[in-house]
Structure formats: C-alpha cells, structure tokens
C-alpha cells in the first residue's frame, strides 16, 4: 500500500510540474447486498473508500466527482473529508459532461464511477485502450494525465 501511495504521489507530482491535470478514476468500492438498485456500501467497502482516502491525500486533488449513487458518494467521502473537498454530482450516463468539467480543471480529480461507465470515461478522455473491470473487481485505481497527448497508467489498490 506505501509503495502504491509514493508511486501515485511521484506521478502526480511530475505530471503538475508539466502543468498537466491528472485525474485518477477508480469504481466505487464493494457494495453491499442489501435490496434495491442503491445500495450503501458494504464494510469491506467502507475500508476500500478509507484505504483510497489514505493513498490520495497527498495527491492535490482539488475536485472529486461521483454519480448520483450512494456507493460512489460514500467511497469518495473520506477523501473528501481528509482533503476538505465538496463532491459534484454528476450523472452516471452524463460522461460527456464529466469529462467536459475534467478538461476545465486547474489541478487534480478523482472520479469515482462506475464498472460499466468508466471504460467510456477512459474513451471520452483520449485513451484508445479498451478498459474491461470485471463485477468483482472494486481494485483498479486508473490515472489518466490530460493533455494533448492523455496517457492512462492502470494499477489497484488491495485492501
């Protein structure tokens, strides 16, 4: 978990010396198996979400955005309680205009989305590359640099 945490701190520090935002996304953490398309955030996923909070708090991220669920609002919550940042609100089919909200940043994002929204966020932000997550993955942690010329690095944080 350190060597995950100084790797991400590393990066996003080169990537602001070149004045490119970087946007980490990362689906939302496990859910639990309560009834109903809205489901709240099992305990492992709560420590999934606080693991998150300690990896990117040294990431200078200066906006955090989630869907309309719960699960991505409560794995986004405590990095948004440790940093000091308010989460927007964007629907998860909207990815047009998230993306559009990610190209007017003056600094760092995280995305918490979904398994079946973020291969198209991975599109709408440049990458070619296909980005499969499997159901039971809640693990992969994707950075992407904006820029002219948008790299992606793909990595995951294990409990």
Do not use: W
Request: aromatic residues 4%; proline residues 6%.
């Amino acid at each position: 978990m350190k060597a995950l945490a100084l790797f991400l701190l590393l990066f996003v520090s080169v990537s602001m010396a070149a004045a490119q935002p970087v946007v980490v996304i990362v689906r939302h953490a496990e859910k639990a198996n309560n009834a109903g398309k809205d489901p709240d955030l099992s305990s492992a996923g709560r420590a999934r979400a606080d693991a998150l909070a300690r990896i990117l708090k040294d990431a200078d991220i200066t906006a955090i955005f989630t869907s309309e669920f719960k699960r991505t609002q409560e794995t986004a919550a405590p990095t948004a309680t440790l940093i000091g940042v308010t989460a927007t609100v964007v629907p998860a089919k909207d990815t047009a205009g998230l993306v559009a909200k990610l190209h007017q940043l003056n600094g760092n994002a995280l995305v918490v989305a979904h398994g079946d929204t973020i291969p198209n966020i991975i599109k709408a932000l440049g990458m070619d590359r296909p980005i499969n997550i499997p159901d039971e993955d809640y693990s992969e942690l994707l950075i992407v640099t904006l820029g002219d010329k948008p790299q992606l690095f793909r990595l995951h944080y294990p409990l």
